[in-house]
C-alpha cells in the first residue's frame, strides 16, 4: 500500500500506547554506567578489606 506522506508509520500493536520513549537516552546510559561503576567499586573495595585483612 502507498500512501501521501513518505514518512508513514504504522502502529505496532506489541508496544502498547506510548511505546517509543521520548526519554533523552544519555541520560539513561549515564544513570547505568553510574550504577554499574558503583557496584564492581565496592566489590573491588571489598575484595580489597577482605585482602588486607586476611
Known sequence: MS???ENFVTHNPF???NGASMRNQAIDAGVGFTASFVFFAL???IAVVIG???
Open 3 to 5: 500512501h501521501n506522506t
Open 43 to 45: 566489590m573491588f573495595i
Open 15 to 17: 508496544e502498547g500506547e
Open 52 to 54: 588486607a585483612v586476611a
